[in-house]
C-alpha cells in the first residue's frame, strides 16, 4: 500500500523560511516524478514545482522562481521544498504527488500559513 506524507507546514512570517518534506513508501521512489502542489482557500489546486526521478530537472511556477528550491534524497524516499521569502499569497494547503505515467498518489497536505 502506498503512503505519500507530508510534513513540515506551520505558521511564518513574510520574509520567513520553512522546509517541506514528504515520504512516500509502498512504491519505487527512485522511478517517480515529485510534485508540489498548493491550494489556497477558495481557489484551484495549482503547480509549485517539479523534480525529475533522478534530480536532472527542476521545473517552478513563475511566482516561486528565485524562492523556492526542490530536491530529493532517494535513499530516503523523500522530496523537499525550501521556501524561502515567504509571502502572505504563499498561504495555502502544500500537497505532494508522486507520479510515474497514468499511476500517481496524493499526500494529504500540510497546512502553510504566512501572516505577521
Known amino acids: 500500500q502506498v503512503h505519500v506524507v507530508e510534513s513540515g507546514g506551520g505558521l511564518v512570517q513574510p520574509g520567513g523560511s520553512l522546509r517541506l518534506s514528504c515520504v512516500a513508501s509502498?512504491?519505487?521512489?527512485?522511478?517517480?516524478?515529485m510534485r508540489w502542489f498548493r491550494q489556497a482557500p477558495g481557489k484551484e489546486r495549482e503547480y509549485v514545482a517539479d523534480i525529475s526521478a533522478n534530480s536532472d530537472m527542476e521545473g517552478y511556477v513563475d511566482s516561486v522562481k528565485g524562492r523556492f528550491t526542490i530536491s530529493r534524497d532517494n535513499a530516503k524516499n523523500t522530496v523537499y521544498l525550501q521556501m524561502n521569502s515567504l509571502k502572505p499569497e504563499d498561504t495555502a494547503v502544500y500537497y505532494c504527488r508522486a507520479e510515474m505515467g497514468v499511476d500517481h498518489y496524493w499526500g494529504q497536505g500540510t497546512q502553510v500559513t504566512v501572516s505577521t
Open positions: 509502498g512504491l519505487t521512489f527512485s522511478r517517480y516524478v
